[in-house]
């Protein structure tokens, strides 16, 4: 997922799912095939990948869903064997809410939310009092937040949250007011506000490119993690040598990554986040949403 639990564009569904997955052997009792759901697999880097699955001897198929809803309880139900589609907030609310306890087993990429504007180069150029816009659907409003923050455009109470609201801005401490829009409306917005967090979704479509953004997340704050995508898998499948291997493949392939980075019109920051760290960013938001009940 790019800068939402579901912001993606929905794709018509490409395969019917049959029977269970699992590592059974190719037609010819070669390669181990591994079913791998994703959302979007249309995307010219996913060949790329296949293709050199198969070079390592791993038959990958693909199982394309038409929207985020479903990749998960194919997962859980073992109708794929992995899925790669989300970041660790959407698996600990889907967890949370299904009670199941599906796992990180590596990471792909993070998509940065950036701050743009068309009035200022800078954040240090907008002007104390100024109105800056967010996304109003909650997973982007925080992080929205969290970006001001690390701008140094806003405080919040709090220090900030993957549940931070408006109201949890301090305004005395804050040197601009922060309203919130409909996410596809943020983009035109820019000519009435001094700047606006825009959704990776409709940066393209706006006339922009990833490199206006005057600020955004940096990957490496400890904020971000939660927004990292991931290979999931179910718990009892977390040490399978196989599927560590598909994610080195993903993670160490130059052409795959290459074309996820020019898929995501250059916004997507390959990561490479160690596991146990994927882990306990799930446990901790996980706790996190239990505690919000």
Known sequence: MKSALATLAILPIAALL????????????????????????????????VD???????????????DYNQP????????????????????????EANG?????????????????????DSVEDIPDDATVAVPNDPSNLSRALLVLQSADLITLSDGGSIYSTLSDIDEDRSRVTVTELDPTLTATSLPDVAAAIINNDFIVDSGLEA??????????????????????????????????????IYQDTKAVTDGVVENSGGTAVMVKTPVDELVESLESVQKQIAEQG
């Open 18 to 49: 049959t029977g269970c997955a699992g590592n059974a052997g190719s037609a010819d009792g070669g390669s181990e095939t591994v079913k791998i759901g994703v959302v979007g697999a249309s995307d010219p880097y996913w060949e790329t990948y």
């Open 52 to 66: 050199a699955a198969a070079d390592e001897g791993i038959t990958v198929e693909l199982v394309d869903f038409s």
């Open 72 to 95: 998960n309880p194919a997962l859980a139900e073992g109708e794929v064997d992995l899925n790669q589609f989300q970041h660790i907030i959407y698996l600990a609310d889907y967890n």
């Open 100 to 120: 199941q306890d599906l796992v990180p087993v590596g990471a792909t990429a993070i998509y940065p939310l950036g701050l743009y504007s068309s009035q200022y």
């Open 211 to 248: 490199t206006d953004a005057i600020a955004q997340d940096d990957p490496s704050d400890p904020n971000a993690l939660p927004y990292v995508n991931i290979f999931a898998a179910r718990a009892e499948d977390k040490d399978n040598e196989t599927y560590q291997k598909l994610v080195e």
